[in-house]
């Protein structure tokens, strides 16, 4: 339900589209066009972080547990754990608001405390991130997952039966150059594998913190899956979780389409709602986060013959301007404030390099937000700019976008604008410093975790013939309005 100024309330998950998802396989998912009745078939996770420790809770009955400057751990004697708070802490809104770590989104109206004994609790972090093709044949499955995600391709209401007609053809299209693309980086995507290793270090570094977690991995469009990681935490029977989605800034596309898509499934299975769970929507205002990105620029400036004439190029994904002027993104305002805080911090620290701001990776016709990456590298070049360090500042995870897109397409088009020193900061990867904090953000979250209820009769009813002969007709006008300005450009051709 929507409140009186336009965000998302709960006590109910209500999701505002379907996930598309295969009933026979999800981890087998292919670019099917599929009715958005069907239900998720039970399997085993393709891969899942656990703990290898199994010591219980109750051992740290005597012991106190910080978490960050907000609320502190403790046991009384009754064995249970309990939370004392400095601050109070904030639930944000669905979207609409920006959020920091002590802003946490909870899936829910109250916050229930914990109930259950320390023996009994079991915690559980999410991680939720994009996924990527781990081979040049997942690349065109991969797509039409994406650009099935109505939160990637925006369609008017009337116009959404046209969703995954047009994601399929999009898909076939785009594929090729796509592998190319894959092809150069080695055939595949690496994020996989480096949220894997991020998930390894998380878990190691809650432990150090005395906190004993299962650490799940839950991709939104390839896999593991969300689906596959909901299944596994529901079989290890987690009582606690906290949802930590891999983006440092919140937006629609990217931490708001895998929240809706959790709150779905939540809401599909009846068995989840009593679980507490608390979701960190953004964490570009941490104070480790902002160090480690300051640390990784001061670090790469000083490989520079003269590091003081560099200038900062921070590239950031970018997303439509609609979603930001129509939709109420907050992705831009957060991420100039971002590049805020990490220049501050710099020059706390005496490096006052310019810098600027610019957005990669825009897809089709549409006004995308400005300046965009490869016209700033040109300009920048035009103006005499003769060093420049770029800054994958929305990432935290080397894949195609930074490994191809930014240290091959951007690096030859600035060192053929007059540029002559490119250099690239590395995401941050399992950079101990950022783990730490996220182990910090995970504890602090903790005690904001809150009863998600889902009523099933909310549920949308789908008449499978109607969906038949939607998906049918989309298809065709899909293909017709794909074909159009070839065909135009064909008929004047022969006319003329």
């Known amino acids: ?8 309330k709960f006590p109910r998950l209500v999701d505002q589209r379907t996930a598309c998802r295969d ?5 087998k998912r292919q670019p099917k066009l599929l009715t958005s009745n069907l239900r998720l078939n039970r399997h085993e996770i393709s891969r899942t972080r656990l703990s290898s420790s199994s010591r219980s809770l109750g051992s740290l009955k005597n012991d106190k547990i910080q978490s960050g400057n907000s609320s502190q751990a403790f046991f009384n004697k009754n064995g249970c754990l309990k939370w004392r708070f400095s601050d109070a802490p904030q639930r944000g809104k669905f979207h609409g608001k920006a959020f920091s770590s002590a802003e946490i989104f909870s899936v829910g109206d109250t916050v229930v405390g914990p109930s259950q004994s320390v023996s009994e609790e079991k915690f559980g972090v999410l991680l939720l991130n994009l996924g990527g093709p781990e081979t040049l044949h997942d690349v065109e499955p991969f797509l039409f997952n994406l650009f099935a995600d109505p939160d990637i391709i925006r369609l008017p209401r009337f116009f959404r039966f046209l969703q995954q007609p047009l994601a399929k053809l999009i898909s076939i299209s785009r594929a090729p150059k796509s592998k190319e693309g894959y092809a150069s980086i080695g055939g595949g995507s690496p994020l996989r594998k480096m949220t894997d290793d991020q998930a390894d270090a998380l878990m190691t570094a809650l432990r150090a913190k005395s906190i004993q977690a299962n650490v799940y991995i839950g991709m939104r469009y390839w896999h593991p899956f969300t689906e596959e990681a909901v299944h596994q935490i529901k079989k290890d029977m987690i009582t606690r979780l906290v949802v930590l989605p891999l983006y440092p800034q919140y937006s629609i596309s990217t931490s708001g389409s895998s929240i809706r898509l959790l709150q779905s499934i939540f809401r599909e299975d009846p068995s989840l709602a009593s679980l507490p769970v608390s979701i960190i929507e953004s964490w570009y205002k941490r104070k480790g986060y902002v160090q480690a990105m300051a640390t990784l620029i001061q670090k790469d400036l000083a490989s520079f013959s ?23 993104d907050p992705y831009k305002d ?5 590049v805020d805080l990490i220049m501050e911090e710099l020059k706390s620290r005496g490096i006052r390099n310019p810098h600027v701001l610019a957005y990669q990776s825009r897809v089709g016709p549409v006004q ?14 035009q103006k005499g700019v003769k060093s420049l360090l770029a800054v994958p500042v929305s990432f935290v995870s080397e894949h195609i ?14 060192l053929s604008s007059g540029i002559e020193n490119w250099g690239r900061v590395p995401t941050l990867g399992c950079d101990s410093s950022f783990i730490a904090d996220l182990a910090d953000a995970v504890i602090e979250a903790l005690p904001a975790t809150t009863a998600a209820v889902a009523t099933a009769a909310e549920t949308p009813v789908v008449d499978p013939a109607r969906q038949a002969v939607n998906v049918f007709f989309g298809s065709v006008l899909a293909f017709i309005l794909l074909l159009a300005p070839r065909l135009l450009l064909s008929i004047k051709g022969s006319i003329l």
């Open 306 to 328: 003269s590091p003081e004439e560099v200038t900062v190029f921070f590239s950031a994904h970018g997303v439509p301007q609609s979603y930001v002027l129509e939709a109420g």
């Open 401 to 414: 976008e930074t490994l191809e897109e930014m240290d091959m397409e951007y690096r030859e088009l600035a």
């Open 334 to 338: 957060q991420m100039e404030e971002c």
């Open 1 to 8: 339900m929507a409140s009186q100024n336009g965000c998302m």
């Open 368 to 381: 995308w937000l400005k300046p965009y990456t490869d016209e700033a590298i040109v300009e920048l070049g």
């Open 23 to 27: 009933s026979n396989d999800v981890s």
